[in-house]
């Protein structure tokens, strides 16, 4: 079935760092790939997400494309803040097969400043 | 508009009771489901819903019931509380789940469940 896979974390970096938090995804059909964090205390939010192959979801600096080839959707910030400092969920929607959306475990990311 | 509110925001319960989790939205959202997240497990499905008067079960059904009466409400129910089932739930909702432009999921704030 559907998958998505997360590097693990925590992920420690100083601010001004540059991030990246690998996502790799397994489906067989056509899906849409998504973003989410969550801060502390709250509910997971869409960060950004890519409907097709060779998209680029961009929102707040961060940045991931949609790579058919590698089957990876990674997510990328050139210059972290304390602010980033959140879980990130990596998740897929493989809307022409059914109606599941399927996320990743998670990974946490603490901002030094 | 709210958004997707969720009540109570915290609850615990003892071993064997029953409560309803409560989970609405006035974005007239067709999909609505129920996750629960622990740690290191990231979120799980529980039941979700593609309108009302249709609910399916999720990766982790046993020991919750759902009902879709309503567009807007999409309560949970958890028929006789175990201490596996201390967790916290999050409810979401979406336009549709099968076109790509309107598959956004939002999120409630979340429901933090103690079982004794």
């Known amino acids: 079935g559907d998958s998505v896979t997360q590097m693990e974390g925590p992920v420690t970096l100083s601010e001004e760092a540059f991030l990246t938090i690998n996502c790799t995804y397994t489906?067989?059909?056509?899906?849409?790939l998504f973003w989410y964090v969550q801060y502390p205390g709250e509910g997971l939010q869409l960060l950004l997400k890519?409907?097709?192959?060779?998209d680029k979801g961009s929102n707040k600096g961060f940045e991931a494309t949609y790579r058919k080839e590698t089957t990876s959707f990674h997510l990328e910030k050139g210059s972290v803040q304390v602010s980033d400092s959140a879980v990130y969920f990596c998740?897929?929607?493989?809307?022409?097969?059914?109606?599941?959306?399927?996320f990743g475990k998670g990974t946490r990311l603490h901002i030094l400043p | 508009n709210a958004g997707v509110t969720q009540t109570p925001k915290f609850q615990v319960l003892k071993t064997g009771q029953s409560m309803t989790l409560q989970c609405a939205q006035d974005?007239?959202?067709?999909?609505m489901s129920w996750y629960r997240q622990d740690p290191g497990m990231g979120l799980r499905l529980i039941h979700y819903s593609v309108g009302a008067g249709i609910t399916d079960q999720g990766e982790v059904p046993n020991g919750y019931n759902v009902s879709r009466s309503t567009t807007e409400d999409f309560p949970l129910r958890l028929l006789s509380a175990a201490p596996s089932q201390t967790s916290v739930y999050f409810c979401?909702?979406?336009?549709?789940?099968?076109?790509?432009?309107?598959?956004?999921?939002?999120f409630g704030p979340g429901t933090r469940l103690t079982v004794l």
């Open positions: 489906a067989t059909g056509y899906p849409s």
């Open positions: 979401a909702s979406s336009y549709s789940n099968s076109a790509p432009l309107y598959n956004e999921q939002f």
């Open positions: 974005m007239n959202h067709e999909y």
């Open positions: 998740a897929l929607s493989d809307w022409n097969r059914d109606d599941k959306i399927i």
């Open positions: 890519a409907t097709k192959a060779d």
